[in-house]
Structure formats: C-alpha cells, structure tokens
Antibody, heavy 117, light 112 residues
Framework: EVQLVESGGGLVQPGGSLRLSCSAS????????MHWVRQAPGRGLEYVSG????????YYADSVKGRFTISRDDSKNTLFLQMSSLRADDTAVYYC??????????WGQGTLVTVSS | DVVMTQSPLSLPVTLGQPASISCRSS???????????LHWFHQRPGQSPRRLIY???NRDSGVPDRFSGSGSGTDFTLKISRVEAEDVGVYYC?????????FGQGTKLEIK
C-alpha cells in the first residue's frame, strides 16, 4: 500500500523558515516524480513545486519561486520542501503527491503550516 | 503558466439529476507524446483530494461509472449521470502537461 506521510508543519513567524518532509513507502520512490500541493484555509488547491525522478529538474509556482526549494533523498525515500521568507499567504495545508504526468493518484494527509506573528 | 478555468464554481444539484463541470485551459494540453494529461479530483471536507479521472476519460479504480470525463485540446468536461449524496464536495481539474502544473479554481457541488 502506498503511503505518503508529511511532517514538519507548524507555527512560524513571517520571514521565518520551515522544512517539510514527506516519508514515502509502498512504491519505488526513486522511480517517480514527486510534488507539493497546498491549500489555504477555505481555498482551492495550488500547485507549489515538483521534482523529477532523478532530481535533475525542479519546478516552482511563481508564488514561491526563489523562496522555496524542493529536494529528495532517494536513499531515505523522503521528499523535502525548504521554505524561507515565509509570508502570511503561505499559510496552508501542504500535501505531498506522487507521480509522473499520468499519475497524481496518491496524496498524503497533509501538514499545516501557519505563518503568523 | 497554464491557466485552468472551471465553470460553474457552485453547482447545486437535485439527487438523481445529472451534473456537468467544464474545465478550459489557456494552452493546449496535448504534448509531443500524444497523451493529454488532464485529471479530475474530488475533495470532501477535511479529506485529501482523491483522483477520479486521469488522462481526460479514464476512471480510477472504484470510481462509479456514473462519472465520465471527455474533451480534447483545451476544453474538457466532467459529467455525473445521476448525482448521489456521496458526490458532494469540491471537484478540481488539473493539467499535468506543462510545468508548473496548475489546477482549476474548484467547483463546489451541493445537493439542493
């Protein structure tokens, strides 16, 4: 069974940093692209970032470009999202999502990030 | 970035009646490999999104056959032939042809 478990969320002050992790199991992690998608309270889904299966390419939404960095450790089956210069509008549940273009079938339960003073 | 536009944003439906959601992309979603990476997701309150339809028209395992997807190029549709109570929630289309991926705004389906 595929499992994606996010962690690292919490309360952080504006301008601060946070690193999210996603622990994956039940599939060959190194064979899949991985992604982060977020959802602000009461709002829709927003694609944040993606990384190809070999980590060679990374992609970001304009709203986080230059502030967030996605990475992966295939030896530990873990996906990361380093977030810096956090703003109030980064407050959201962050989901880890598995897959290449034809996938996106597996989502984690999400981790809440709250940016507030 | 590719803009995905859904309509309507709110969809009140009587039980047993059909429902239809439109999703339009600002660019063609047909890449060089010939596939069209347009997916549909359903999200209930407090839950993670669940994929319903992948690559325009393929139903995921366990998805009732009252759900169907269609479309091509830049114009796509999700249809529910007869709405049931469990279908309430928000439906999103997402394109996975272009980077970065993008979602529609979401369509909230409720029972009248």
């Amino acid at each position: 069974e595929v499992q994606l478990v996010e962690s690292g969320g919490g309360l952080v002050q504006p301008g601060g940093s946070l690193r999210l992790s996603c622990s994956a199991s039940g599939f060959i992690f190194s064979s899949d692209a991985m992604h982060w998608v977020r959802q602000a309270p009461g709002r829709g889904l927003e694609y944040v970032s993606g990384i190809t299966k070999n980590g060679g390419s990374t992609y970001y939404a304009d709203s986080v470009k230059g502030r967030f960095t996605i990475s992966r450790d295939d030896s530990k089956n873990t996906l990361f999202l380093q977030m810096s210069s956090l703003r109030a509008d980064d407050t959201a549940v962050y989901y880890c999502v598995r897959g290449g273009s034809g996938d996106y079938s597996n989502w984690g339960q999400g981790t809440l990030v709250t940016v507030s003073s | 970035d590719v803009v995905m536009t859904q309509s309507p944003l709110s969809l009140p439906v009587t039980l047993g009646q059909p429902a239809s959601i439109s999703c339009r992309s600002s660019q063609s979603l047909v890449p060089s490999d010939g596939n069209t990476y347009l997916h549909w997701f359903h999200q209930r309150p407090g839950q993670s999104p669940r994929r319903l339809i992948y690559k325009v028209s393929n139903r995921d395992s366990g998805v009732p056959d009252r759900f169907s997807g269609s479309g091509s190029g830049t114009d796509f549709t999700l249809k529910i032939s007869r709405v049931e109570a469990e279908d309430v929630g928000v439906y999103y289309c997402m394109q996975a042809t272009h980077w970065p991926r993008t979602f529609g705004q979401g369509t909230k389906l409720e029972i009248k």
